[in-house]
């Protein structure tokens, strides 16, 4: 069982730095993005530069966080059934594009990292654009078993972007279970507002 092989007892601790990308800002012009809609590879160098982080860029064994917003439609119980259901994500060629910068760990404010459409989950809406075919869900593969590039879903990033903490010292300790799949995680996140 390969699981038993390389569970998530072997994932080591994650202590680096963080970016925080503001797509909320920067793609929905202030709103939450929709379901569906993509963050290209463009968006993140375009995020860079308006939040003054030319000089730096992405650099290697960075975490990546992007706000979407869409983390405003949660709701603990999911009585609207919106959450869960669709949401914004990464463009397969920024997870291309994230692949050539060495990150170690991706993190959005959404369920799926992947953008899914309104009724997509109920085979009722094709995957975005771009998708190769037969992998609806190509980001999650291209991360996880392509690149080496762990992921978090259901980010809590609104106060970092409100405070534009751009960069941080970022660590992640996931839980030492053996022969899972996944794992918790409680992120922490240490900046300054306002700085880059």
């Not at 960069?167 to 992120?187: A, D, E, F």
């Amino acid at each position: 069982m390969p699981l038993r092989k390389v569970g998530t007892e072997k994932v080591r601790t994650v202590i680096t730095s963080g970016v925080v990308r503001d797509a909320k800002t920067y793609r929905g012009g202030g709103d939450a993005m929709k379901p569906g809609q993509l963050v290209t590879a463009a968006d993140i160098e375009g995020m860079i530069k308006a939040q003054g982080l030319g000089w730096r860029g992405l650099l290697p064994g960075d975490v990546l966080y992007i706000y979407t917003g869409w983390s405003e439609n949660w709701q603990d119980p999911d009585m609207a059934k919106v959450y869960y259901t669709k949401g914004p994500g990464l463009s397969y060629d920024a997870a291309q594009y994230l692949r050539t910068k060495s990150i170690v760990l991706l993190a959005l404010d959404n369920p799926f990292t992947d953008p899914v459409f309104e009724g997509q989950l109920m085979g009722k809406h094709a995957p975005p654009e771009g998708t190769p075919p037969a992998l609806p869900f190509a980001v999650h593969h291209e991360n996880l078993a392509v690149s080496g590039i762990h992921q978090i879903q259901n980010a809590n990033l609104a106060a970092m972007a409100r405070d534009k903490v751009w960069t941080s010292c970022t660590i992640i300790l996931p839980l030492r279970s053996k022969g899972g799949s996944g794992s918790p995680v409680r992120p922490v996140a240490i900046g300054a507002p306002g700085q880059s």
